[in-house]
C-alpha cells in the first residue's frame, strides 16, 4: 500500500510540531528530502510485489501471458490460443476513473496508478475527489510542503455519512490545506501548470491527483459470452457470499466487481472465490462486519 507508506513520512516529519511540548529542541532546524521519502516509497512497493511475481514465475508454463476473453462460461482465448476449464476466477482489478476530457493534461494529470512513479512533489497541487484516498493523499502531500487545493462536487468527505461528524472532520482538515466542495470541477492546461476552475475558485497549479474512484477492468474480457445479463455499469449478477456469477461455474473477486474496493475485502473474495472453484458445490460464506479505515489525522473509521 504505497499511499500508506507516504502517510506514514508525512506523519513523521509532521509531528516535528510536537516536540517542543516534549522538551525536545531544534525542531525549526529540521527538513525533508522529498526525493528521498519518495525513493522509499518505491523500494516497499517494489519489496511487496516482488513477492506477488515470484509466486507468478513459480508457475513456469502455467502462468499465461496475454488478454484474455470468454467464448463460453468454461472457455477463454488468450491470443490464438483457447483453454477450457472446469471452473473460473475474475480478478482483474480495476483501474482509475479519468474523464476523457482531462487526458490532454498528459503527465501532469497523476492517479494513484501514476503518482508513486514521481520522483519529487510539485510546489502546488490540487486534489480532485475527497474519498477516503482523496483526504489521505491530500493531508499526506501537505504535511510533505505540498500546498494542497482539494476539491469535491459533493459535500461528501472520506464516506462520512453523519452529517456532525463530517462537519468536524471538514474543519480540521481545512486548517492543513484548502477545501472546496459543491462545484463541478474544470481542468484545462496551461502554459505552466493546470488552471482549475469549480465556482467561484479559479486557480492554477503544477499538478492534479485525480481520486474520483475506480472502474472494474472487464471491458475487454466478453462477458458477453457469458450469457446472462450485464447491469447499466457493465457488471455481471453475482452472490458475494459465494463469488459465482449467477448459476456458471465462474467467479469474481476483488476490485472486478466493483461491491467493496478494500484490500481486506478483497483478500476474502479471493479466498471465498478460490475455495468455490475447486468445491463440487458452492458454499456460502459469512462475510466479516463492515469495516473501513480513513488513515487521517484525525482518524475515521466506520463499523457496521
Known amino acids: 500500500m504505497p499511499s500508506k507508506a507516504l502517510i506514514e513520512a508525512a506523519n513523521a516529519y509532521h509531528a516535528r510540531y510536537k516536540f517542543e511540548d516534549f522538551g525536545i529542541r531544534g525542531s525549526s532546524a529540521l527538513s525533508i528530502?522529498?526525493?528521498?521519502?519518495?525513493?522509499?516509497?518505491?523500494?516497499?512497493?517494489?519489496?511487496?510485489?516482488?513477492?506477488?511475481?515470484?509466486?507468478?514465475?513459480?508457475?513456469?508454463?502455467?502462468?499465461?501471458?496475454?488478454?484474455?476473453?470468454?467464448?463460453?462460461?468454461?472457455?477463454?482465448?488468450?491470443?490464438?490460443?483457447?483453454?477450457?476449464?472446469?471452473?473460473?476466477?475474475?480478478?482483474?482489478?480495476?483501474?482509475?476513473?479519468?474523464?476523457?476530457?482531462?487526458?490532454?493534461?498528459?503527465?501532469?494529470?497523476?492517479?494513484?496508478?501514476?503518482?508513486?512513479?514521481?520522483?519529487?512533489?510539485?510546489?502546488?497541487?490540487?486534489?480532485?475527489g475527497m474519498g477516503a484516498i482523496g483526504v489521505e493523499m491530500a493531508q499526506a502531500l501537505s504535511r510533505l510542503g505540498v500546498e494542497v487545493h482539494a476539491f469535491d462536487s459533493s459535500d461528501g468527505l472520506a464516506g462520512i455519512s453523519d452529517p456532525v461528524v463530517a462537519e468536524a472532520a471538514r474543519k480540521s482538515l481545512s486548517e492543513e490545506f484548502a477545501?472546496?466542495?459543491?462545484?463541478?470541477?474544470?481542468?484545462?492546461?496551461?502554459?505552466?501548470?493546470?488552471?482549475?476552475?469549480?465556482?467561484?475558485?479559479?486557480?492554477?497549479?503544477?499538478?492534479?491527483?485525480?481520486?474520483?474512484?475506480?472502474?472494474?477492468?472487464l471491458g475487454s474480457?466478453?462477458?458477453?459470452?457469458?450469457?446472462?445479463?450485464?447491469?447499466?455499469?457493465?457488471?455481471?449478477?453475482?452472490?458475494?457470499?459465494?463469488m459465482q456469477i449467477a448459476d456458471l461455474p465462474v467467479f469474481i473477486a476483488g476490485d472486478a466487481n466493483a461491491d467493496v474496493s478494500l484490500l481486506h475485502e478483497a483478500a476474502d473474495e479471493g479466498y471465498i472465490a478460490g475455495v468455490n472453484a475447486l468445491a463440487d458445490e458452492p458454499t456460502c460464506f459469512q462475510r466479516r462486519t463492515p469495516l473501513s479505515i480513513v488513515f487521517s489525522s484525525p482518524g475515521i473509521a466506520a463499523v457496521g
Do not use: C, Y
Request: glycine share 8%; aromatic share 4%; proline share 5%.
Open 33 to 128: 528530502d522529498v526525493s528521498a521519502v519518495l525513493q522509499r516509497v518505491r523500494t516497499l512497493h517494489d519489496r511487496f510485489v516482488s513477492g506477488v511475481l515470484k509466486s507468478i514465475d513459480a508457475l513456469g508454463e502455467r502462468s499465461i501471458a496475454g488478454r484474455a476473453r470468454f467464448l463460453g462460461p468454461n472457455t477463454v482465448a488468450v491470443g490464438d490460443q483457447q483453454f477450457a476449464a472446469r471452473r473460473i476466477i475474475i480478478a482483474t482489478g480495476s483501474h482509475p476513473v479519468v474523464p476523457d476530457s482531462w487526458r490532454a493534461l498528459g503527465d501532469r494529470l497523476l492517479t494513484t496508478d501514476t503518482f508513486f512513479e514521481q520522483k519529487t512533489l510539485p510546489a502546488r497541487m490540487a486534489v480532485i
Open 179 to 217: 477545501i472546496h466542495a459543491l462545484h463541478e470541477v474544470e481542468l484545462s492546461g496551461t502554459t505552466n501548470g493546470v488552471r482549475v476552475q469549480a465556482g467561484p475558485v479559479d486557480i492554477n497549479i503544477d499538478h492534479v491527483l485525480v481520486a474520483i474512484g475506480r472502474k472494474p477492468d
Open 221 to 242: 474480457l466478453g462477458l458477453e459470452a457469458l450469457g446472462v445479463t450485464l447491469d447499466s455499469h457493465g457488471l455481471p449478477p453475482f452472490d458475494r457470499t459465494t
